[in-house]
């Protein structure tokens, strides 16, 4: 998936999912970037992306510091990844 390739951030997604479950939904939504697994939830919390007891879907941007520039819940990130992609480019600028 060639939408963040342009851009100049370093992309990944991250849930507290098995690295077998990330490998299994990259392949099938055909994604490009790093899936990293956060069973801890220390990086999710951080994001602001934590549920009870687990992440749940969106998108956070951080900044070259590591402060959080933004988070947005959304179930349906990867389905709707062409909108997902414009927002985190938003967000950068």
């Known amino acids: ?7 100049e951030a370093d992309i990944y997604s991250i849930s507290n999912d098995s690295p077998e479950a990330h490998k299994e939904l ?3 939504m055909g994604f490009t970037f790093t ?3 956060d069973p ?9 992306m ?3 007891g687990m992440s749940v879907r969106g998108y ?3 900044n070259e510091d590591g402060e959080l520039i933004t988070s947005e ?3 349906l990130w990867g ?3 062409e909108s997902t992609a414009e927002k985190i480019k938003s967000a950068l600028n």
């Open 50 to 52: 934590a549920g009870e």
């Open 73 to 75: 819940e959304d179930d």
């Open 1 to 7: 998936m060639g939408l963040f390739e342009e851009m």
């Open 26 to 28: 990259k392949e099938q």
């Open 60 to 62: 956070s941007v951080f």
């Open 40 to 48: 801890s939830l220390h990086v999710i919390e951080k994001a602001e």
């Open 35 to 37: 899936m990293l697994s």
């Open 79 to 81: 389905t709707n990844i």
